[in-house]
């Protein structure tokens, strides 16, 4: 365990040394929301749920809630996907240690 602590602080050094963004270097997930009718969603880990008002996303720090009309999921990759639609509300279920 301490040894996982000290590579993940060498690590996050050398991100800054280098200025990488931490979104590209770690499992952070990164929206892009484009008025209310495209969202981009990077670095995701699954899709739990999809319907054409509901779209449940899994990533490495909760679940993304997206509610809205017409939603499709336009463009999908291992690490992107791309949302289209009337997007209303989105909801963040953050994952706690406890």
Excluded: H
């Excluded at 690590?11 to 997930?29: A, D, G, T």
């Excluded at 999809?50 to 509610?67: A, V």
């Amino acid at each position: 365990m301490r040894n996982k602590k000290k590579n993940s602080k060498t690590l996050s050094k050398v991100n800054r040394l280098l200025e990488i963004p931490q979104e590209v270097s770690s499992n952070i997930p990164k929206l892009t929301i484009i008025g209310f009718e495209k969202m981009l969603i990077e670095n995701y880990k699954a899709i739990l749920e999809y319907q054409e008002f509901y779209i449940r996303i899994s990533t490495y720090i909760g679940i993304l809630n997206i509610n809205g009309f017409q939603l499709n999921l336009n463009e999908m990759t291992t690490d992107d996907l791309l949302i289209t639609g009337k997007i209303e509300g989105i909801d963040f279920e953050a994952i706690t240690d406890e």
